[in-house]
């Protein structure tokens, strides 16, 4: 039996389920603490569109924030200290990413290192190194989107004999139990893909392994993502990058978006189709479409993977004419075994 | 609020479909009240869906503390 003080009430059961989210990760600059700056969560406070918007980071978060502000009328500016942007996404796909939003009018400025931030009239001024030389820019608003940090800190889980990891995640085996016997932890807290529906499927998993005595796992759990930017990116299973890294043998399906007759007649060609396939077996490994639905359409190869159904039969199979579906016969075409 | 965004620049490309428009000024107030009336639907029915069954909901600030 477990036991847990919450509000001076105990509480006492056999299991503990820790899902206790991630909150934003606030990085260690100088000044920073000195000046108002804003969260993902504090930015949607907001009821003024920002004059200049500047986003420290260049993951999902800072992409969506900053297209949509951009588009709210504010100037926006990202700053990202690696060489580009969507570290874990194909060059490729970051690249068409990075084009669209230029066009959207944001400035991103890659291999920039925000170092000292502090208020200047009014403003906020933040002092770089860019390329290693130093620059500065103003702005009237400073948004920090650079990761999240498990909400693991003040739990007391010392008392409990569970170990965190040096970033407070809470390291779990496949059933999600941590490594003390009864007590469980899901969603953010124990690391790994940080969305809704992970967190949703980590309770399918212990509610149907508790309840209804099943044996699932998360042991090759389909991962699919979809970051809301205008295209989106629907994303599923491993990059080309990935896949490489891996050794595999792959075959890479890929087609503009400007081939793609719902796209055309819709006047919105902007993005990509991609897909990697394992080239001895003819299985789907993984795709990343970004489109106009580029969520949804992803969806329909992951169902082709969870369906072992190989890329052959989606090259040659019949869907309705004209929609984005259709293009993955295309797509698929694009491969030359 | 990607939604309003979205809308936003359909507005600024409406022009190329032959559409006039205009979305010079953007009212963000109305486009956070749009986002909270949705959060706010969400919320209802996840709590409606919690209190259908036989969990009890403590909610507290301070942090769960072993014992």
Redesign the interface.
């Known amino acids: 039996m ?6 001076g ?3 006492r059961a056999d299991k503990i389920f820790i899902n206790t989210g991630a909150r934003p990760a606030i990085p260690d600059i100088e000044g920073l603490d000195a000046v108002p700056y804003l969260t993902s969560t504090t930015i ?6 920002p004059q200049h918007l500047c986003i420290l980071g260049a993951g999902y978060v800072a992409m ?1 924030m900053g ?3 951009r ?3 504010a100037e926006v500016t990202l700053l990202e200290k690696n060489t580009r942007i969507l570290g874990k996404e194909d060059e490729d796909v970051a690249a068409a990413i990075h084009k669209i939003l230029e066009e ?1 009018g944001i400035t991103i400025c890659c291999g920039s290192e925000l170092q000292k931030v502090s208020r200047q009239n009014g403003n906020i001024l933040l002092e770089l190194a860019s390329g290693g030389q130093p620059r500065t820019i103003t702005c009237s608003h400073l948004l920090v989107a650079a990761g999240r940090t498990p909400n693991t800190d ?4 010392e ?2 004999g569970l170990r965190t990891t040096g970033h407070g995640i809470i390291p779990v085996g496949e059933n999600l139990e941590t490594g003390v016997e009864g007590i469980f932890a899901l969603g953010d807290v124990k690391g790994g893909p940080a969305f809704t529906h992970i967190s949703y499927n980590d309770y399918v998993i212990v509610s149907k392994n508790i309840l209804d005595k099943q044996r699932l796992t998360i042991h090759d759990r389909p991962v699919p993502y979809c970051m ?1 930017t ?1 295209p989106e990116l629907g994303r599923i299973g491993l990059t080309e990058h990935e896949a490489r890294e891996k050794g595999m043998d792959i075959l890479v399906a890929k087609l503009p978006m400007t081939k793609v007759a719902r796209g055309i007649e819709t ?1 919105d060609t902007r993005g990509l189709m991609k897909a990697v396939v394992d080239k001895a077996t003819g299985q789907i490994l993984g795709a990343s479409i970004l489109s106009v639905a580029g969520g949804e359409i992803m969806s329909v190869i992951q169902m082709a993977m969870m369906g072992k159904v190989p890329y052959d039969q989606i090259r040659d199979g019949v869907f309705a004419h004209p929609t984005f579906s259709e293009s993955l016969n295309n797509l698929f075409m694009s491969i030359e075994p | ?2 939604g ?3 809308t ?2 359909i507005a600024g ?1 409406a022009q ?2 032959g559409i006039p428009s205009d979305p010079s000024r ?1 009212d ?2 109305k ?2 009240a749009r ?1 909270d009336e949705v959060v706010g639907q969400s919320l209802e029915s996840l709590t409606k869906s919690i209190q259908s069954t036989p969990i009890s909901i ?1 909610s ?1 600030e ?6």
């Open positions: 477990k036991t847990i003080g919450v509000n009430e105990t509480l949607l406070d907001l009821t003024e569109t969506e297209q949509m502000y588009r709210f009328g959207d003040d739990l007391g889980l008392k409990t809301f205008d006047g | 609020m990607i309003a965004a979205r936003a620049y490309r190329n479909f953007i963000l107030a486009v956070i986002k403590i507290t301070k942090p769960y503390l072993p014992i």
